[in-house]
């Protein structure tokens, strides 16, 4: 019963390169949430997904970051053109589909991007 | 003003005392509410989840709710040094998202 997926865990680029971070659900689960932890900050929301829809992206920076959860496939997190300030771990979480919604949260390891 | 305010820390504590740990919110919104453990370089892992006010217990654990002083709290009873970590509380609205205090810090030393 493998739990939530992210890989790679740790990413380096540089500047100017392209980052995709890539997170697998926990299995029976089509909820996805992308989080970002700042060294000594809490975890702050990103986007949330279904499979094939983006439901609140309200998080998300206006330019150069973009997500996606495709019907087939695991979710994937792009930041275009890095800067250093993207240097931060992201996390990825998952809930079950039920009704009424229960919003608790399954996170993955993460993935530690650092840019040069 | 940030929406989750959660006690700074760090917490320093010998093994068997109790942990008191709390955040503040301003959103009556919020109706679900959550605690997580975070050990150093890890991902956060589900403690507790409450939705009503009131006490939650689960082992060591119990998580109590005051929605109309908009404060939570969890305890943690014979504390041992395994439990040595970051402690988050979350928060949601019907929206789905999470909105996550700080951290605490805590340490208890054998």
């Known amino acids: 019963n493998a739990g939530v997926m992210q890989n790679p865990r740790h990413l380096v680029r540089r500047r100017g390169q392209e980052a995709r971070l890539r997170c697998s659900p926990m299995?029976?689960?089509?909820?996805v949430y992308w989080y970002r932890q700042l060294p000594e900050e809490g975890l702050k929301f990103m986007v949330y997904?279904?499979?094939?829809?983006?439901?609140?992206e309200s998080g998300m920076p206006k330019e150069r970051f973009s997500a996606e959860f495709p019907k087939e496939g695991p979710s994937i997190l792009r930041i275009q053109q890095v800067v250093r300030g993207d240097s931060a771990a992201y996390f990825c979480?998952?809930?079950?589909?039920?009704?009424?919604?229960?919003?608790?949260?399954?996170f993955g390891p993460g993935t530690r991007l650092t840019v040069t | 003003q940030k929406e989750v305010e959660q006690d700074p820390g760090p917490l320093s504590v010998p093994e068997g005392a109790i942990v008191s740990l709390n955040c503040t919110y301003s959103?009556?919104?919020?109706?679900?509410f959550m605690w997580y453990r975070q050990y150093s370089r890890k991902g956060p892992e589900l403690l507790m989840y409450?939705?009503?006010?009131g006490n939650k217990e689960d082992g060591r654990f119990t998580a109590q709710v005051d929605k109309s002083s908009k404060y939570i709290s969890l305890f943690i009873r014979d504390s041992q040094p395994s439990d040595s970590a970051t402690y988050l509380c979350?928060?949601?609205?019907?929206?789905?998202?999470?909105?996550f205090g700080d951290g605490t810090t805590l340490t208890v030393k054998p």
């Open positions: 997904l279904q499979k094939e829809n983006i439901i609140d």
């Open positions: 979350a928060m949601n609205t019907n929206a789905g998202k999470s909105t």
């Open positions: 959103n009556s919104a919020f109706q679900y």
């Open positions: 409450t939705y009503s006010s």
């Open positions: 979480a998952s809930s079950p589909r039920r009704d009424p919604a229960l919003y608790e949260q399954y």
């Open positions: 299995k029976g689960h089509s909820h």
